[in-house]
């Protein structure tokens, strides 16, 4: 979870570096990093859910035998 913080908050700063942005590509880099830290929260939060229903998983069949 304190991953997918970190990396919403690394989107939330190249935001902001990409408002403050006075060159047309320094604003396009930061829009590129805000939407690779985007998808890297939104890939964890995947996989943190896969891996919380196989555990879930495991232990229902764990608690019949």
Same mark, same amino acid.
Request: net charge neutral; with cysteine.
């Given at each position: 979870?304190? *991953?997918?913080?970190?990396?919403?908050?690394?989107?939330?700063?190249?935001?902001?570096?990409?408002?403050?942005?006075?060159?047309?590509?320094?604003?396009?880099?930061?829009?590129?990093?805000?939407?690779?830290?985007?998808?890297?929260? #939104?890939? *964890?939060?995947?996989?943190?859910?896969?891996?919380?229903?196989? #555990?879930?998983?495991?232990?229902?069949? *764990?608690?019949?035998?």
């Amino acid at each position: 979870m304190a *991953q997918i913080l970190s990396y919403r908050a690394n989107a939330a700063k190249c935001r902001e570096d990409a408002n403050s942005a006075t060159l047309d590509n320094v604003r396009d880099r930061n829009l590129r990093a805000e939407a690779a830290w985007i998808a890297m929260a #939104e890939r *964890q939060e995947r996989v943190d859910e896969a891996r919380a229903v196989r #555990e879930a998983a495991v232990k229902s069949t *764990q608690d019949l035998t």
